[in-house]
C-alpha cells in the first residue's frame, strides 16, 4: 500500500521545488487522501488495466492508482514535475510499476507510451484542456476502453449532457462518438490547492463503437462543428455553408430523415452520421 500524500506534504514538496502553481497550465493539485481514493475506486480498475494519467502534478492520485492497476504511465507537461514524480512515488513504495511520459498530452499517441498500451484513463484533467486532450486520446488511443476525469463542473455536465439539454453542445456530440459518458458525483473545491473558484465533477466514460455510417469521423464532426457554430440557427440555415446552399442544406437533411427546421442540440450523433452521408 502507497502512502498517500496530505495536504502538509504537498506544500512541503512545492517548497522544495518552488512550485507556483500557474493558470495557463490549469494546475490545481488534490491534497485530500479521500477523494483520491474516491476517485480510484469509482474508476473501478482491474489488476490488469493500464493506465494512462494526464497531469499527474505532485503525485497525489498516482500514488493511489499504482497499487491497483499493472501499470501506471503518468504524462506531465512540466518538466519539474516529471522529474520529481518517480522520486516521490520511490520513496513511498515501489516504483517499477510507472513509467513518466514529460511530454503534451494534446501531442501524444500510442507510440510515445514506452511500448505501454493504456486501457483506461483515470486524471484530474486541467481545466483549461479538459475537453480536447480527452477527445485526443479517445482518438489516438483506440485501446482505451474506459475512463473516469475530474474536471471542472460546467466541463462535466457538458461532457455528459444529452439531446435537448441546454448544456448539450459540441462537447457532448464528439464524446458521443467514442464512448457513453455519465456524470459520476461531484468534488467540492476545498479538496484542490490552490483553490479554484469553481466546484468540480467526475466524469465516467465507458468505449463504444461509433455510429455505422460511411461517413468519416471527420466528415461527421465537420457536420457538427457547422450545426453549433450559429447554436439559434436551424439546420437548415446552420449548415448552408457546409451543404452550398440552404436548399441543399434542406435536402441533405430530409435525406438523412431530420427535420430542417430542428436544432443542433435536439440531434443524437447518430443523426450527426446520417446527415454527413448526405453531403452534396
Do not use: C
Amino acid at each position: 500500500m502507497m502512502r498517500l500524500l496530505g495536504p502538509a506534504e504537498i506544500r512541503i514538496l512545492a517548497n522544495k521545488l518552488d512550485l507556483r502553481p500557474t493558470k495557463k497550465l490549469g494546475q490545481n493539485f488534490v491534497i485530500d487522501a479521500g477523494t483520491v481514493r474516491r476517485i480510484v475506486r469509482v474508476a473501478d480498475l482491474s489488476a490488469d488495466d493500464v493506465v494512462i494519467e494526464v497531469g499527474p502534478g505532485l503525485g497525489s492520485l498516482t500514488l493511489a492508482l499504482l497499487p491497483e492497476a499493472a501499470h501506471v504511465v503518468a504524462v506531465e507537461i512540466d518538466p519539474v514535475l516529471a522529474t520529481q514524480l518517480p522520486v516521490t512515488v520511490a520513496e513511498r513504495g515501489p516504483s517499477d510499476k510507472l513509467t513518466v511520459v514529460n511530454a503534451d498530452a494534446m501531442k501524444i499517441g500510442l507510440d510515445d507510451l514506452a511500448g505501454h498500451t493504456p486501457t483506461a484513463l483515470v486524471a484530474n484533467l486541467p481545466y483549461n484542456v479538459a475537453v480536447p486532450v480527452v477527445l485526443h486520446l479517445l482518438e489516438k488511443l483506440p485501446s482505451l476502453r474506459k475512463g473516469l476525469i475530474m474536471v471542472q463542473l460546467e466541463v462535466a455536465d457538458r461532457l455528459a449532457a444529452g439531446p435537448g439539454s441546454k448544456v448539450y453542445g459540441v462537447p457532448s456530440v464528439k464524446a458521443a462518438w467514442y464512448a457513453d459518458v455519465r456524470r459520476a458525483g461531484p468534488v467540492g473545491r476545498t479538496v484542490f490547492w490552490p483553490v479554484p473558484n469553481v466546484d468540480s465533477g467526475l466524469v465516467s466514460l465507458t468505449r463504444r463503437e461509433p455510429p455505422t455510417t460511411t461517413a468519416t469521423r471527420e466528415e461527421v464532426f465537420a457536420v457538427v462543428d457547422a450545426a453549433f457554430a450559429q447554436r439559434r440557427k436551424t439546420l437548415r440555415a446552420a449548415l448552408a455553408s457546409w451543404a452550398g446552399s440552404p436548399s441543399q442544406a434542406e435536402t441533405a437533411l430530409r435525406a438523412a430523415d431530420v427535420d430542417p427546421s430542428a436544432r443542433g442540440e435536439q440531434l443524437p450523433i447518430e443523426a450527426f452520421a446520417r446527415i454527413a452521408e448526405q453531403k452534396p
